[in-house]
T-cell receptor
């Protein structure tokens, strides 16, 4: 059973640099979500895709953030001109369509900004 | 808008004992779903249990059960016969049609041997 895979697991970068994370969802799932989680807090919704269409973006997602899901398979989340406040765990989850469907999470990518 | 509140930042339980984690939520929707997720240290979040709001019967999964009080908008998680492997952050979450998951701030559960 292949779960949700995220790469890299850890990313350390200097302030001002661009970073890109990748998420490979469970192949049968048509929905893919991105969350941000800071220490001791619950995940905060950033954006989600249904197949290749990006259906919703949180106001947390500033114009420095962009996400794509070409061909409705894997997704990338890019942060441009990183800031100290971007340091967090970035979680990806996937699910079948429907608000009753549980989301399956990856291990996350921990971003540290120097 | 949905909100989820977990008023217990930390809880502890003796191994083999029972513990209840609290969660309250607020939503204007009549049709919604509630979830408990577990996040062990440095490991991925996994689903513990799910409850449909239209079902009166409380969901149960082995040692995990919920007490769903719709009128009070309360959704607590009971863990029976606690095991060392139950130690984790527990997040309550809600989902409604057209809205995405909203997670609470979490409760850190420690299991004492």
């Amino acid at each position: 059973d292949t779960g949700v895979s995220q790469n890299p697991r850890h990313k350390i970068t200097k302030r001002g640099q661009n970073v890109t994370f990748r998420c490979d969802p469970i192949s049968e799932h048509n929905r893919l979500y991105w969350y941000r989680q800071t220490l001791g807090q619950g995940p905060e919704f950033l954006t989600y895709f249904q197949n290749e269409a990006q259906l919703e973006k949180s106001r947390l997602l500033s114009d420095r953030f962009s996400a794509e899901r070409p061909k409705g398979s894997f997704s990338t989340l890019e942060i441009q001109r990183t800031e100290q406040g971007d340091s967090a765990m970035y979680l990806c989850a996937s699910s079948f369509k429907g608000s009753n469907q549980p989301q399956h999470f990856g291990d996350g990518t921990r971003l540290s900004i120097l | 808008a949905q909100t989820v509140t977990q008023s217990q930042p930390e809880m502890s339980v003796q191994e083999a004992e029972t513990v209840t984690l609290s969660c309250t939520y607020d939503t204007s929707e009549s049709d919604y779903y509630l979830f408990w997720y577990k996040q062990p240290p440095s490991r991925q979040m996994i689903l513990v249990i799910r409850q449909e709001a239209y079902k009166q019967q409380n969901a149960t999964e082995n040692r995990f059960s919920v007490n769903f009080q719709k009128a009070a908008k309360s959704f607590s998680l009971k863990i029976s016969d606690s095991q060392l492997g139950d130690a984790a952050m527990y997040f309550c979450a809600s989902s409604t049609y057209g809205q995405n998951f909203v997670f609470g701030p979490g409760t850190r559960l420690s299991v004492l041997p």
